[in-house]
């Protein structure tokens, strides 16, 4: 177990070396289209703040991950959502650029937008796992194109392979995009993990995973901008992941959506999400 620091997983700067890390944390504080409840912003630092008591050995791949070496690097702050998906997307193409594996902490879902510019410029054939509450597929909403509500729209316009997993909420709109193959409802797979093989099997064999908290149930994670009833499970979420790092490479992640508040459970329970998904990417 860790001790106070900066660094994810409180790792010190000789373990958090950016010259010998494979991983790059990278916050990106952004809440500026949220729709509901505001505090996105704050999740990254909750959740690296959460990081330092997390212990380093993962049973069930036996393994500690955190030997890989985990660079938490400096945060990216912008003032408009076109502003934060370029420099967002720079940096993560530089971050490539030196073989590392990025792991982007949001604020709200649209950060994820210049992570998967930077993933698809670099990999053709590359799939999405989005994970969520909400289809996010809107073409514009409230104006903005790249709004919360807009990010699987965005998505496509730099892959058609995209995968969603645990959807509970969508606009009458999104419907004509809904691909009921590729979707999967939260209604319909909650009572088992047999439909687990059948979305992996969709994914090309490199992967960016896009998660929003709120897939989760909201009585296991309650602190997203805007909950829903019926989320999945936190064993279900990982049969899944494991799934897909046993067969696929996943190349990068985000996990976004975190809004704290004063219960500290949910800011841990995405910071052991992320060491737990990392240990699933290198086991393999």
């Not at 373990?15 to 500026?32: E, G, N, R, T």
């Not at 049973?59 to 991950?65: A, G, L």
């Not at 912008?78 to 967002?88: E, F, G, M, S, V």
């Not at 992320?274 to 240990?279: G, H, Q, V």
């Amino acid at each position: 177990m860790s001790g106070a620091s900066v660094n994810f997983c409180g790792l010190s700067q000789e373990q958090a070396d950016y010259k010998h890390a494979s991983v790059v944390i990278l916050p990106v504080p952004f809440d500026k289209t949220s729709t509901w409840l505001k505090g996105a912003d704050k999740g990254p630092a909750a959740i690296i703040e959460a990081s330092q008591y997390l212990e380093f050995y993962d049973r069930e791949t036996d393994s500690e991950v955190y030997r890989k070496g985990i660079f938490t690097a400096t945060a990216i702050r912008a003032a408009t959502t076109q502003l934060l998906i370029r420099k967002t997307s720079e940096r993560i193409s530089r971050y490539l650029g030196d073989h590392k594996l990025v792991v982007t902490l949001g604020g709200e879902h649209t950060v994820s937008i210049g992570a998967i510019e930077a993933y698809a410029g670099l990999y053709r054939n590359l799939s999405i796992l989005h994970l969520d509450a909400h289809a996010d597929s809107r073409d514009i909403y409230q104006g903005d194109r790249n709004n919360h509500a807009c990010v699987i729209a965005r998505a496509r316009e730099y892959t058609s392979n995209i995968v969603s997993v645990g959807i509970r909420s969508l606009d009458a709109s999104e419907l004509p995009n809904v691909d009921k193959k590729k979707m999967f409802f939260a209604q319909d797979i909650h009572g088992s993990d047999r439909w687990i093989k059948d979305a992996v099997h969709q994914l090309t064999d490199t992967v960016y995973i896009t998660l929003d908290l709120d897939v989760f149930d909201p009585g296991i994670m309650p602190s997203t901008g805007t909950p829903e009833p019926g989320g999945l499970s936190w064993y279900r979420v990982l049969g899944l992941l494991s799934a897909v790092a046993k067969s696929k490479q996943i190349v990068g992640f985000d996990i976004v959506e975190l809004c704290p508040g004063n219960n500290k459970a949910p800011d841990f329970f995405a910071a052991k999400l992320i060491y737990t998904l990392l240990s699933y990417v290198y086991a393999k």
